[in-house]
């Protein structure tokens, strides 16, 4: 969604109103890092959100790209 969409238009979602949300971020790795430590880097991350992360379920998914490595 344009940025220009949230400021000038209303904007709704499909949640009813619960305090749940799919978010997907895309992050490319050079093939040499450790694994381990960038998925509870990112694990950290999505928990410090401040809507009650704590208690969603967490998923990182990795792919070996020919260019790197794609957590989401």
Not at 10 to 20: D, L
Not at 32 to 47: I, P
Not at 57 to 63: D, F, K, P
Request: charged share 20%; with cysteine; hydrophobic share 40%.
């Amino acid at each position: 969604m344009p940025h220009s969409k949230l400021w000038s238009t209303r904007v709704s979602n499909a949640t009813s109103g619960n305090r749940s949300l799919l978010c997907v971020g895309d992050f490319y790795l050079h093939p040499d890092h450790d694994a381990a430590v960038a998925q509870q880097r990112l694990t950290e991350v999505a928990v410090a959100v401040p809507i009650g992360s704590r208690t969603l379920r967490l998923t990182v998914i990795v792919q070996e790209k020919p260019w790197g490595t794609h957590y989401r």
